[in-house]
C-alpha cells in the first residue's frame, strides 16, 4: 500500500487495522458488486468490504473514480469500514480528512 494510502488509514482506521486495498478492472468490480447486494448497472467507483471489526478490504476502480480523486474514494472507504453511512456527518468528516491531508475531493 503506498504510504499516502497508509497515512489515511491509520488516522482514520487505526495502525492495527488489516486492511486489503486493490484497484481493479471494471469487469471485476462488477463482480465485486454482486456481494453487496445493491443492484445496478453502473459500475461501483468503490466498495468496502468490513472482514471484522479489526479488518476490511477496500476496491478502487480508477475507470469509474471520475470526477473523484482515488484518495478520496479510499477515505471514502476507510469511514465506511469504520462504519459511517451515506449523510452531512460523513461529508464533513471525508472534507475535514481530505484538508487534513492536503487532498482534493475531485480531479
Known sequence: ???????????????????????????????AMQYKKEPTLKTSN????PLSKTSGEILICKSAAKPYTT?????????HLKG??????MEREERRI?????LRANE
Not at 84 to 89: E, M
Not at 98 to 102: D, E, I, M, N, Y
Open 1 to 31: 500500500m503506498p504510504l499516502r494510502y497508509k497515512k489515511i488509514k491509520e488516522f482514520i482506521l487505526g495502525k492495527s487495522y488489516d486492511l486489503s486495498f486493490a484497484f481493479v478492472p471494471p469487469a471485476a468490480m462488477r463482480k
Open 46 to 49: 468503490v466498495l468496502a468490504f
Open 71 to 79: 484518495e478520496y474514494l479510499f477515505i471514502h472507504g476507510c469511514l
Open 84 to 89: 459511517a453511512k451515506h449523510g452531512a456527518t
Open 98 to 102: 481530505l484538508k487534513r491531508f492536503g
